[in-house]
């Protein structure tokens, strides 16, 4: 029930692109994005719904393609900042359903390298 | 300052003590939640809370407790702590059930 992330781990240079991706084998209804510094608390980055747009802010963007249940989260022109685990967490339905519960994916690790 | 807190940010203990692991938040949100953080696992829900004295299991509540009879405090009690349970810990918060979430430090607890 796991969302799977890939790649696990990933090493750039500053500038360089990087795409992380989160699928799931059930359907869902929403896909959130966190970005978690070592030693540090997850932050969050976007929230991606069924039937919605693509989101973004900055250089960093994510798309949201229901029928494959899947998502990926785009970093452009990656700067040494954007370093950390990236994790995806995934709800299959609404609050008050058996499948409200949000589940994480292990994370994909991205080294920015100047 | 908007933030969730989390006490003790590191705990050694030995295995059957009893311990509790406090978390407050000042955003007055509804919707608290512990997770347990492991390796290759990501991030585990033991328990949410949607309002006071509301709260559900999550993925992984066995060995664990808590408790809501404050919006802002959300504890984690561990009653007979064993090895499989040392892990890093953390309390989140958010203002509606399926928003942004609000992550505490963390607790980094070892059981001997």
């Known amino acids: 029930q796991q969302p799977v992330q890939s790649p696990q781990a990933v090493i750039l240079r500053e500038g360089e692109d990087a795409v992380i991706n989160c699928s799931s084998s059930k359907a869902l209804y929403s896909v959130h994005w966190y970005r978690q510094k070592h030693g540090e608390a997850p932050i969050f980055l976007m929230i991606l719904l069924k039937g919605g747009e693509q989101k973004g802010h900055d250089k960093i963007s994510a798309s949201f393609n229901e029928k494959k249940q899947q998502s990926s989260l785009y970093l452009t022109a990656s700067q040494l900042s954007y370093s950390g685990t990236y994790f995806c967490g995934t709800r299959r339905g609404f609050l008050m359903d058996s499948n409200y519960q949000l589940i994480w994916g292990a994370g994909t690790k991205l080294i920015i390298k100047p | 300052e908007a933030q969730v807190t989390q006490n003790p940010r590191y705990l050694i203990t030995v295995t059957g003590k009893k311990l509790t692991v406090t978390c407050s938040q000042n955003?007055?949100?509804?919707?608290m939640s512990w997770y347990r953080q492991d390796p290759g696992l990501g991030l585990r829900q033991i328990y949410y809370s949607m309002n006071v004295e509301v709260t559900d299991k999550g993925d992984v509540p066995e060995g664990y407790k808590v408790s809501r009879k404050e919006k802002r405090n959300f504890p984690l009690i561990l009653e007979s702590p064993s090895p499989n349970q040392t892990s890093l810990y953390f309390c989140?918060?958010?203002?509606?059930?399926?928003?942004?979430?609000?992550f505490g430090p963390g607790t980094r607890l070892t059981v001997t």
């Open positions: 989140a918060s958010s203002s509606t059930a399926a928003g942004e979430q609000y």
């Open positions: 955003m007055n949100h509804e919707y």
